[in-house]
């Protein structure tokens, strides 16, 4: 059963452009929403998380827009760069015995084009 | 300060044979958790470690094992090794377990032949 859905699974952006990525989950117990970033032969790198209480947060030319009654989230990368392209994984996490498990979506591999 | 560290980068190994994958996490971080990612399942959650005791595992099989050392090292270790097995194996860190945000290493290509 996969609990985090992500879309699109490849996306092509042009230089300048906006790329959004959207998940959605199942569990209501989620309560921890992180996106990584990972460019090829490296592991992911946490770009940035956003808890259930607020709407959107906004770190630079990321941000993420949550809807908790819908159980979406997205990521939305304004004025997107060549050197943006990456593949780029949702995430999910909740308290399991005292410590934060995510479930990750599958991924989006995002190519800037310059 | 620096990251976390995977050992070794690369390996390539006999179906059948066993395998040993060892990480360092960042310099005061106590929580380090494995994963596995393939092209077909992507990232999925194998174990997770705190204070020398494994505190969550994954759904896979009991030939996936891992110990944490007092230093907060970690290793895993895959016995009798699969086709399937043949994974990038990422290692993340945390300063604590009761904290969400966690720092991945480079990962171990595994290739079983």
């Known amino acids: 059963q996969q609990q985090v859905k992500q879309s699109p699974q490849s996306l092509i952006v042009q230089k300048g452009g906006i790329s959004i990525i959207n998940c959605a989950y199942e569990?209501?117990?989620?309560?921890?929403f992180p996106w990584y970033q990972q460019f090829p032969g490296k592991g992911p790198a946490l770009l940035i998380a956003i808890r259930p209480d607020v709407s959107e947060k906004k770190e630079g030319r990321f941000t993420i827009s949550f809807n908790k009654s819908a159980k979406q989230f997205s990521l939305h990368i304004m004025d997107s760069q060549p050197g943006d392209s990456a593949t780029y994984f949702c995430?999910?996490?909740?308290?399991?015995?005292?410590?934060?498990?995510?479930?990750f979506g599958r991924g989006t591999s995002l190519i800037v084009h310059p | 300060k620096a990251g976390v560290t995977q050992t070794p980068r690369y390996l390539i190994k006999t179906r059948g044979q066993q395998v040993t994958l060892s990480c360092s996490p960042i310099?005061?971080?106590?929580?380090v958790s494995w994963y596995q990612q393939t092209p077909g399942q992507g990232l999925q959650f194998l174990f997770e470690?705190?204070?020398?005791?494994?505190?969550n595992k994954g759904n896979f099989p009991g030939r996936f094992s891992g110990r944490q050392f007092s230093n907060s090292r970690s290793e895993m270790n895959v016995s009798t090794l699969e086709l399937g097995d043949s994974a990038l194996y990422l290692c993340?860190?945390?300063?604590?377990?009761?904290?969400?945000?966690?720092?991945f290493g480079q990962g171990t290509r595994l290739t079983v032949v």
């Open positions: 995430a999910a996490s909740m308290r399991q015995g005292g410590s934060y498990i995510p479930t």
């Open positions: 993340a860190s945390s300063l604590d377990p009761g904290l969400a945000e966690a720092f």
């Open positions: 310099s005061g971080h106590r929580s």
């Open positions: 569990n209501t117990a989620f309560d921890y």
């Open positions: 470690y705190f204070s020398e005791t494994q505190r």
